[in-house]
């Protein structure tokens, strides 16, 4: 099938399609001379762009507290494991709402490192409430991780008020933005304590897959990779200052050149502006699928959409079949089963299956939605 | 006759060890699923934008597809016997099976 015309309603995976921009970026950057920072004879570090955007974006205040990454993944293991590394034992705080790239490295922290996590329960409404960090916060917890957005329900928590406590509390905070970014408003300069924000690029910052980043407060987490730099390089250690110790390697300058180009657009666009689209694309169609009773969403407080995503599941269907015909026979492109993020779906009553995703981004329009919403009509009647 | 070039493992959200994707030489065509009637459970949905096929065969494999797609996608259950799959090639590709019973796809122990 040519997925060319496909409506695309996978967004929270990659974001599809990309602005013109990207592409040209992309483009030109591989057509140009390679110039690399710190290697070429060019004074503009070629990255540098990129940073003063995300910067921008997120109200960071120094560029070079932006390191670029090949993904969140990469920016989540070397917070999890330069912390534990630093500090064994002890224990972690967590949310069951968490991706496997945060689970993962927490529960090989465990066996590395003996720290022991707890995965906090969101409420009914799908929200961590931040008191309940206030139950397990002693001086054993090392590090607390909480995604800004759930990639399953799309439900945004309440990272500035968990900030607040875990400053309080001098334990560092860890946001993962990978689901957020360029949807929902982070103000990192207002964020008080040791806060540090791993974010993808390839999602609602429009950047190209094999992008990432990290944002930090200073120097002090022990990087999890060392190598080149093209600068220092008389020193057998990885160099202290920002942003080198946490890049060693060549980088992808493609990608990075496309992800400015993302974050341009996603500054011109507007935060607000694009997280309102996403949001009446969202209540829009919890509003018709809330119609059938035969369809079940998950929970979303506040109907808050502005990460873009509805999930479900459909009685009479498994999730995994249904997610087949709404791709094959309808050409709609959802995601079903657990997105990554398995301890979520035993709280919101998914397991074993998981669930249906549809995700929006700033190219879908109301006709995506009613495409859906009919198929639905069609699939599972009321 | 539609030929079967390869059966591959789906790799999924889960542990799909037990699902795959057929691929044939040909689209599938209305021809296929009425062989498929013929020697199991069939549900068809003929008004489907792109119709769809689901057909269960001995309730130890589903598989399911489009019609005018080349590939097909079959998920056995954990009792399955590994001749499963050979019986729905044979079906694919000859149109009729061994008329092999219910016990006999059933996984030994």
Same mark, same amino acid.
């Given at each position: 099938?040519?997925?060319?015309?496909?409506?695309?309603?996978?967004?929270?995976?990659?974001?599809?399609?990309?602005?013109?921009?990207?592409?040209?970026?992309?483009?030109?950057?591989?057509?140009?001379?390679?110039?690399?920072?710190?290697?070429?004879?060019?004074?503009?570090?070629?990255?540098?762009?990129?940073?003063?955007?995300?910067?921008?974006?997120?109200?960071?205040?120094?560029?070079?507290?932006?390191?670029?990454?090949?993904?969140?993944?990469?920016?989540?293991?070397?917070?999890?494991?330069?912390?534990?590394?630093?500090?064994?034992?002890?224990?972690?705080?967590?949310?069951?709402?968490?991706?496997?790239?945060?689970?993962?490295?927490?529960?090989?922290?465990?066996?590395?490192?003996?720290?022991?996590?707890?995965?906090?329960?969101?409420?009914?409404?799908?929200?961590?409430?931040?008191?309940?960090?206030?139950?397990?916060?002693?001086?054993?917890?090392?590090?607390?991780?909480?995604?800004?957005?759930?990639?399953?329900?799309?439900?945004?928590?309440?990272?500035?008020?968990?900030?607040? %406590?875990?400053? #309080?509390? =001098?334990? /560092?905070? $860890?946001?993962?933005?990978?689901?957020? +970014?360029?949807?929902? *408003?982070?103000?990192?300069?207002?964020?008080?304590?040791?806060?540090?924000?791993?974010?993808?690029?390839?999602?609602?910052?429009?950047?190209?897959?094999?992008?990432?980043?990290?944002?930090?407060?200073?120097?002090?987490?022990?990087?999890?990779?060392?190598?080149?730099?093209?600068?220092?390089?008389?020193?057998?250690?990885?160099?202290?200052?920002?942003? %080198?110790?946490? #890049?060693? =390697?060549? /980088?992808? $300058?493609?990608?990075?050149?496309?992800? +400015?180009?993302?974050? *341009?657009?996603?500054?011109?666009?507007?935060?607000?502006?694009?997280?309102?689209?996403?949001?009446?694309?969202?209540?829009?169609?919890?509003?018709?699928?809330?119609?059938?009773?035969?369809?079940?969403?998950?929970?979303?407080?506040?109907?808050?959409?502005?990460?873009?995503?509805?999930?479900?599941?459909?009685?009479?269907?498994?999730?995994?079949?249904?997610?087949?015909?709404?791709?094959?026979?309808?050409?709609?492109?959802?995601?079903?089963?657990?997105?990554?993020?398995?301890?979520?779906?035993?709280?919101?009553?998914?397991?074993?299956?998981?669930?249906?995703?549809?995700?929006?981004?700033?190219?879908?329009?109301?006709?995506?939605?009613?495409?859906?919403?009919?198929?639905?009509?069609?699939?599972?009647?009321? | 006759?539609?030929?079967?070039?390869?059966?591959?493992?789906?790799?999924?959200?889960?542990?799909?060890?037990?699902?795959?994707?057929?691929?044939?030489?040909?689209?599938?065509?209305?021809?296929?699923?009425?062989?498929?009637?013929?020697?199991?459970?069939?549900?068809?949905?003929?008004?489907?934008?792109?119709?769809?096929?689901?057909?269960?065969?001995?309730?130890?494999?589903?598989?399911?597809?489009?019609?005018?797609?080349?590939?097909?996608?079959?998920?056995?259950?954990?009792?399955?016997?590994?001749?499963?799959?050979?019986?729905?090639?044979?079906?694919?590709?000859?149109?009729?099976?061994?008329?092999?019973?219910?016990?006999?796809?059933?996984?030994?122990?």
């Amino acid at each position: 099938m040519d997925r060319s015309h496909f409506n695309y309603l996978n967004n929270a995976a990659t974001s599809y399609p990309k602005p013109k921009r990207v592409l040209e970026a992309v483009q030109r950057s591989l057509q140009e001379p390679p110039s690399e920072p710190g290697r070429s004879r060019q004074n503009q570090d070629p990255t540098l762009p990129c940073r003063e955007r995300l910067a921008k974006l997120f109200h960071v205040p120094a560029p070079n507290q932006v390191i670029l990454t090949p993904s969140a993944t990469v920016a989540l293991n070397l917070v999890i494991a330069g912390c534990l590394h630093e500090h064994p034992k002890g224990n972690c705080l967590s949310t069951r709402l968490e991706h496997n790239s945060v689970i993962r490295p927490l529960e090989h922290g465990r066996k590395r490192f003996g720290t022991q996590t707890i995965y906090l329960d969101p409420d009914q409404d799908g929200r961590i409430a931040s008191s309940s960090l206030l139950r397990y916060l002693d001086k054993e917890t090392r590090l607390v991780v909480c995604t800004q957005a759930s990639n399953v329900t799309g439900c945004i928590q309440p990272v500035e008020e968990m900030a607040e %406590i875990t400053a #309080e509390y =001098g334990v /560092p905070f $860890l946001i993962d933005a990978s689901q957020s +970014a360029g949807c929902v *408003e982070l103000k990192y300069n207002e964020l008080p304590g040791q806060v540090y924000v791993a974010f993808a690029g390839h999602k609602g910052l429009f950047g190209p897959m094999g992008t990432g980043g990290l944002i930090l407060p200073d120097n002090s987490l022990e990087p999890i990779l060392t190598g080149g730099t093209g600068i220092q390089s008389e020193s057998l250690l990885q160099p202290a200052s920002l942003p %080198i110790r946490y #890049e060693a =390697g060549t /980088p992808n $300058l493609p990608g990075i050149a496309g992800l +400015a180009a993302g974050a *341009e657009f996603v500054l011109e666009r507007g935060i607000e502006s694009l997280g309102m689209h996403r949001d009446s694309l969202v209540r829009s169609l919890r509003e018709k699928l809330t119609r059938n009773p035969r369809i079940h969403l998950s929970p979303l407080a506040d109907s808050d959409g502005r990460a873009g995503v509805v999930s479900f599941r459909a009685e009479g269907w498994s999730t995994e079949e249904l997610g087949f015909i709404l791709g094959e026979s309808f050409g709609i492109e959802t995601r079903h089963g657990l997105h990554c993020a398995p301890l979520i779906h035993k709280t919101i009553g998914t397991e074993p299956q998981g669930n249906i995703r549809a995700s929006v981004s700033a190219f879908n329009t109301e006709d995506d939605i009613l495409k859906l919403a009919d198929a639905l009509e069609r699939l599972v009647k009321p | 006759m539609t030929r079967v070039l390869e059966i591959l493992p789906v790799e999924d959200c889960f542990d799909k060890d037990l699902m795959r994707e057929i691929t044939c030489d040909e689209p599938i065509d209305e021809a296929l699923i009425a062989r498929f009637e013929k020697n199991g459970e069939l549900e068809y949905f003929k008004d489907f934008p792109r119709p769809y096929f689901k057909f269960s065969y001995h309730h130890v494999c589903i598989v399911q597809g489009v019609l005018g797609n080349r590939t097909m996608r079959a998920t056995l259950s954990r009792s399955a016997s590994s001749s499963v799959l050979e019986d729905i090639v044979q079906l694919i590709e000859k149109g009729e099976l061994h008329g092999r019973q219910a016990e006999e796809v059933l996984r030994v122990g």
